[in-house]
């Protein structure tokens, strides 16, 4: 059974390639900023917009492609503020600023689409806790990783140098890097999409 990520994310699909899934990446090109928009609008709670942005992602692919698609989105949420993906090196210092020193949650729903249907969604909210950092930290962080934090929601790349920006997480890592790997592979099972 074919499976498809409707989604450009690396990150994501080195999970499901290290776990032996053959996957093709079917970007889903939803509009995220419009959506986003609209559902801030609405106030509506982060973990919902995230797995509405994941529904969005799974359903368009799926109306176009055969198989199970997977589509995920993730939020982060911190004491009430919702971040997105800075923009610039400059926008992930001051995100970075603004998380030192205090916990935030990363709302990451996962769905799967068949035949233009959802038929499998999960969400999991790890909780991460950073360290206190100085300003010439930061800095530091910055300079040595790059613009590759920009791909991240929170300007930081804990599968790399960026874990050594906290001091407790709480939670499946694997959502922290934006697919709860194990639930996903158990659907997969499930539905007959893996060998064993």
């Known amino acids: 059974m074919r499976i498809i990520l409707a989604s450009g994310s690396a990150s994501r699909a080195a999970l499901l390639c290290g776990a032996g899934v053959e996957v093709d990446l079917i970007p889903s090109r939803v509009d995220e900023e419009t959506a986003k928009a609209a559902m801030r609008a609405e106030s509506i709670a982060p973990h919902e917009q995230a797995m509405r942005l994941a529904e969005m992602k799974a359903l368009k692919v799926s109306s176009a492609e055969g198989g199970l698609v997977i589509g995920g989105d993730q939020m982060m949420s911190c004491a009430g503020s919702v971040f997105d993906k800075p923009p610039s090196l400059g926008a992930a210092k001051d995100t970075l600023s603004e998380l030192q020193g205090r916990f935030h949650h990363l709302e990451t729903a996962t769905v799967i689409a068949e035949d ?81």
């Open 116 to 196: 233009g249907q959802i038929v499998w969604r999960h969400l999991e909210r790890p909780k991460l806790t950073m360290r206190a950092l100085g300003e010439a930290d930061i800095d530091a962080y910055l300079e040595t990783v790059g613009e590759d934090v920009l791909s991240t929601v929170g300007g930081y790349k804990l599968e790399a140098e960026g874990i050594r920006l906290f001091s407790a997480i709480e939670g499946n890592y694997f959502a922290i890097l934006g697919l709860p790997l194990l639930p996903v592979l158990d659907y997969l099972r499930t539905r007959g999409a893996l060998p064993w």
